[in-house]
Every structure is written in structure tokens, then in C-alpha cells.
């Protein structure tokens, strides 16, 4: 209930926020995007500044919280009244008569049209039912804000996973915020979703502002909706979607800002790309394309004064940035001494291997877009384009492998895992065409205002692809930035628009339901079929919920490590204190939320572990027989080893240790001060931590899990440890 009154407050302030800053036509009333948007962009920077000021102090938890709210409705309700109580009301039947006015002019768009409303559903019934699951999540995504949640503030905590301390945080601030108040995570994929109704929604406008016909306004909407990692994004905790809309805010505002010469509506859209900036890294690499975008479309709409706008709007971000954006950058500077994290994530997600691995890097995310998501066919022509990628690579003289973090092993996609979901079948079936398209045709038909426009976005995809080429490691899981700077270039599948019925248009069409229809109920870990018999073989949804979250593959049949180690610390009395060693990849989630319901537990550093006084926990777990951990307590330069390395390459010691830990350089292999010399930063540390070891410190074995798969994912060695009792 809570929640609910803080999301009504921030809600309503937000509103009347809008209504106030919005433009006004002659008739002093709101139009246009910007009520919308502003709206949504107040809500979030709110939310963000409530918890980044109670942070600074410690001091987050629901009180202080409501009391912030309380003090920004006040505030908006006085300046509201001040301004004559402005009211946004959306043309919303207008609006709707004009779509289905274009829906019963093309037979094939209403097919489409029905597909979408069907898929709409879907991912309301699944946002709302489905608990978190997705590995990145577990781990950190909303792992962080956990580990937030109990210590009342946004600063950096200890952990084994460098990724919950040195990524961007404002997504996660929004988790908080749902976790504060309902102790659980029901509701947070919604964020996304309105991520994905803020792009789809400017998306709209901009090819409405540039006269676009409605019939290819929704066109490009079904076609972008349609794709396959947008549909898996919907229900997702991955923000790729959700920085589109906020970039495609920037722009859309930006676009309306010269049209009105309305400062702030500079301010607004500023304040858009700061908070994507803010919410993952892609958003900061597509600034230089976004940028030139808006330059372009500032000189078109003025002239010779176009880098007036752009000068404001620059002074806009920097502010914005400085507020909304920064606080994990300046906590990152102060403890690794750079805004981008330690040495060792700069190490493993940077790019390197010099203009080839640029060359590489470019060919191998254009090959991206031949995706198969949800199709076999990639069966029968898989190898065929893995070939022309190779012959083309060797062409030009470049290692196959230059400049690869994660290698995509020679596969092209078509399965539904999140992580690895690319655009699907329409990738390459319109977008690509229809990026080619808007780009020659741009330029042979210079007259032509429209083409331009499209032009301007396909150039700004193609920018974008070299940046993101030349700033980070090529990864396969970097399909997601692929889908975040698709949706971002969208406007280009208005070109793709086709009149008359023919082959290819019906053949989209099929594609377009498949995905619509079959693919968006059948998502891996998220078929409704599995989900529905869960929901009929358990007694509650909370229960449903809980083994849908625990399970390990498709169909819901057993469950993770981490899901084991949380039953058994519930069957302990509450206030029991526990020291929990867990690995990089352990979901620790959800563990550590047990702490919101009468457990203490400890996250502690596996490498520090000689370090700590044991004397006040009266259990301990470790959850690996090797535990990784890609925090480190020093820089590379930093490390001295004892260890050797034998003939094939391993490490070991000469004698047996109960704790010890060997260092993993960047690029594979072990760490000695002589392989330090061609320049390796140490990634990781492995450390094994015997039960001799904790023997000495008072505890014995209580409890031994040994979790055995082909799948290395789903391996664990968990041992808990209880402390000694002294005897009577």
C-alpha cells in the first residue's frame, strides 16, 4: 500500500511538473509530445534525486522516502495553482480515429494491428505475474539495489561481482524504489515496458513531425514491436529498450524545441539523454551519432544560429549529468580512480587489437543482423553466412578471433535466450534493406525532405555501429546494444512501407504474426504453456512465482543452488548472522534479500577471507569449491604470487593450503610477475577456501550440497558451516 502512495505522489507531482513546463497554444492549452514525456522524464529524474540526496546521508528507507514525495507534490501543487491549474488532456480519440481511419485503408496493417493488441496483452499478463529470473538480474542488475535496500544508501558495498558496483545505477534506483516498499521484485519488468511505450510513442511523433503518412507511422511501429529481442526486452530487466525511449525523448523534444523555439524544451530533452546516460553505458556511446543528429536537424530548422540550440542544450546536459547521472561515475573515481570502474572491468569489457579489431568488430555486428530467432532455417544457411563473414575477414587480412571477449562460437542465433535474442527474421528481411534503402536514396534524391530525414537516421545507425565497434570488446550478448540502437534508428522502416498487397508484403506479414502470435508465448524460460501448468500444480501464485524463479530449465523442473542455500537459512531462527562467500556468477538475490525478514547476512570477499573476524556469525557458506571473484583488493601491478605454474598451464602450489588463491590474467592463463611483463591485467582471483581452514576459527560442517550438470551454470559445491557450540 505503501508503494502505492509514493507512486501516486510522484505520479501527480510529475504531472503537474509537466503541465507547468509544457508549451502552451493560443488557446493557452497543452500539445503536442512534450505533456507525455515530461511527465514521464519528472518521474524518473524525481525518483533518482529522492534516493541519490537520502543516500548521501544514509538514510533511505520508506519515511524519509514519503517525506521527500510529500515535499515535491507540495511544491507542484503551489506552482500549479500559481500557474492556473493547467491541465494536459491527450487528443486520445482524435488520435485513435486517425489510426483506425489508416487501419481500414491497408487490410494487411489491421491483420498487424490485431497481432499487436494480442502481443500487448501477453506482456501485461507476464509483467505482472512473472517473478525475476534472468541471470544478469540475479546477479546484479537487481542484486545491487538489495544490497542498497540494507544499507540505506546508493555507495559501493562488497561483493564478488564487479558489475554491481561499477555500471551505471539509475535503473536500478527505480528497483530500489519497488523494493523499499514491497520487499519483493513484482512489477519491476513494467519499467521496461514503458521504456518500450515512451520509443514507440516518439517513434510516432517524429515521423509525424516530418509528415510522415499514419499508415507508415504504424507500419514502422508494428515492424519495430515485432522484433524479436524487442519483444523479449518487454518482459525483461535488460534497459536496452528502456535508454532507447529516453534517447528517442532527447530527440523528439529537441526536434519540437526549435519548431517552438521553447528553451526548455532544451532542458527537457537534455534531461532525457543524462538519464539514459546514467542507466547503462550504450547511451553514452551513441552520443556522438545523437548529437550529429540534432546538429543536422538544428542547422535544417535555423541556419546560421544552429549551434545556438545545441550550445543550451549542451549547458542542459552538463547540469542534468552533474545531478541525475553522476553519483555511480564520482563513486567509481574514488574508489578505483577512474569513473569507469576498476582496472580489471575496464581490462575485460575494453576494446583493443587497434583498427583491425575496429574493421572486425563492424563486420561481425552487421552480420548481427542476420538473426533467426524463433526459426530453424538458420539450420539450412547458418554456415553459408558464417563463411562470408570468415572469407571476408580473411580478406582483409584479420584474425578471426582479434579483438573477441566472447565469441558467438561460429553460431548464427536462433534460439529465445534473452541474452542472445537478436532482431529475428525482420532484422535482415526489412531493417537492413530498408537502411540501405534510406541511405542511397538520401543521397541520389537530395530534393526529397522525407528521404532525407530517413537518410539522417540510417547514417546516424552506421555511426553508432563504429562507435560502439571501437569502444568495446566484441561480446555476443552485444546483440542488446544492437537492439538499442535499432530501435533508436526506427524512423528508416517508414521507407519499408509497401501499398498494394504482394509477395514480399504478405511475407513480412507472416513473420510479423509468427513473432506476434507463436514466438511471444513461447520465450525461453516463459512459455505459457509451462507457466500455466506451474500456476496449476502449486498451491499459490507466490508459490508459482517462487519455483518458476528457482528453476533450471524450460518447464520449470528443478531448481538452482542459490534456491537450495535460501530453504535451508529459512529452517534457521531468525537473527541468525551469516558470513556468505559467494561467486561472481552465484544469484545472490536471492539470498541476500532475506535480510528484509529477520536474517543478518554478511557478503564477504573470498580473497580477503583471511582478514575477517568470524567471532560474531554463527554460520558461514561458501558456494564453490573454487570461488571467483572479480573484485580484487589490488591493481595487477600490485599482486605477488607464490604459486607455480606446471607444464600444461595450471596453476598449483607445492604444498597443500587450506586458503589460498591464484590470479587470472586478461586474455587466459595465470598470473606470475614474469607473465606480467607483455602488460596482463589480473581479471579475476580463484580462491579455495578448505574446511581445515574454518576448523581453526571455531566452526564445523553442518551442511554439504555438491550440484552436478553438463551445464557448467548450474554446477555449485555449497558448504555451511556452523559454529562450534561450546560443551557443557
Known sequence: MLFFISLIMVFVSSYMTGCIAAPKNEDNKLYGPAPFLYMLLTMFAQVVLTFEVLSLFKAINEVNVLLINVVFLIMSVLMWLKK???????????????????????????IMAFGFCFLMMTVVVLDAFL???????????????????????LNHFVISDDRNLVMPINSEILYLWN??????????????????????????????YFKFTRRRILWSIF?????????????????DVLIAGL????????????????????????LAYALAMGTKSPAVIAFPAAFMLMTYFSYRETKKEFYKPLMAYMLFLIVNFIIFSSYNYVLNFIDFGNP????????????????????????KYIFMLFDFSGFKYSEYVGSYIIQARESLLTF???????????????????????????????????FLPSLLTSIVLGVIRKHNNKLKILCAFGVMFLINLACLSFSIAYMVFSVRFLTFLMVISAPILAISYIKKINIVKLLILFFVLSYFFIISTNLSGRGFVDISNTILSTPTINHARERIRCALYVGFDGKNAYCYVKDYIQKLPRGSKIALFPDATDNTYIVNMLNSHGYKIDTLLPENAPNYDYNGYDYVITTKQIIISTVLLKESKDIKTEYKIASNGSAYYPEYRPFSCVYEKHGGGFFTSEQYKDGAIVMDSRCYIDHNFFEPKGFKIKQIYDFKSENIRYQGYVTIYEKIKPEN
Open 131 to 153: 517473478p525475476v529470473t534472468g541471470g544478469d538480474a540475479l546477479t546484479y542488475h537487481l542484486n545491487r539495489s538489495s544490497y542498497w535496500l540494507h544499507q540505506s544508501s
Open 340 to 363: 569507469l570502474g576498476s582496472e580489471s572491468a575496464r581490462a575485460v569489457h575494453g576494446f583493443r587489437g587497434g583498427i583491425k579489431a575496429f574493421i572486425a568488430n563492424y563486420i
Open 223 to 239: 515492424i519495430l514491436t515485432s522484433f524479436a529481442s524487442v519483444i523479449v526486452e518487454l518482459s525483461s530487466l535488460e534497459t
Open 247 to 270: 534517447v528517442l525523448s532527447s530527440v523528439t523534444l529537441f526536434l519540437y524545441a526549435l519548431k517552438e523555439r521553447k528553451t526548455g524544451m532544451l532542458f527537457y530533452s537534455s
Open 179 to 208: 523494493l523499499l516498499f514491497l520487499r519483493n521484485d513484482v512489477g519491476l519488468y513494467f519499467i521496461s515496458f514503458v521504456g518500450y511505450i515512451a520509443s514507440i510513442f516518439c517513434v510516432y511523433n517524429i515521423l509525424e
Open 84 to 110: 492556473g491549474k493547467p491541465v494536459y488532456q491527450p487528443a486520445i480519440k482524435q488520435k485513435l480515429g486517425e489510426i483506425w481511419k489508416a487501419l481500414n485503408r491497408d487490410k494487411i496493417l489491421m
Open 396 to 430: 582483409l587480412h584479420i584474425p578471426l578471433d582479434l579483438g573477441v571477449e566472447m565469441s558467438d562460437n561460429n553460431e548464427i542465433n536462433n534460439r529465445l535466450i534473452n541474452v542472445k535474442t537478436g532482431a529475428g527474421i525482420l532484422g535482415f528481411l526489412v
